[in-house]
């Protein structure tokens, strides 16, 4: 898959996250402004909308654009998946649509996609 290649220079001032990050499906609040960090790093992420005949085979999408928060209870609305691996995959807490990020076991970071949410 390509990586996206989305500019969001708009969004980011002083490293932070400019606008409030919201659900792009219910509009549901993820982070307030200047919660997350920019980073550049490529993650394979599951498609938000899998083939109902891929599930033991889902299709990934290498997302390269995230907000990182060090504390997740800087979130206002996310829920967690289980563990797959060293990894928990994020979703709205209202809707659960997603994945729309993902959390590191490893490091405690989680890691919002830029492309899978909304910037009001």
Request: proline fraction near 6%; charged fraction near 20%.
């Amino acid at each position: 898959m390509p990586v996206s290649t989305e500019n969001y220079d708009d969004e980011i001032a002083d490293g932070k996250n400019v606008r409030t990050v919201k659900c792009s499906y219910c509009q549901s609040v993820i982070l307030l402004p200047a919660s997350g960090s920019f980073l550049k790093t490529q993650f394979q992420l599951p498609l938000m909308k899998q083939n109902k005949t891929s599930d033991l085979d889902p299709k990934n999408e290498l997302i390269s654009s995230f907000w990182c928060v060090p504390d997740m209870y800087t979130f206002q609305n996310v829920g967690f998946s289980n563990t797959v691996g060293t990894t928990k995959f994020l979703a709205c807490a209202d809707c659960e649509a997603g994945p729309i990020g993902y959390h590191d076991l490893e490091n405690g970071k989680s890691y919002i996609a830029l492309p899978r949410v909304r910037h009001c």
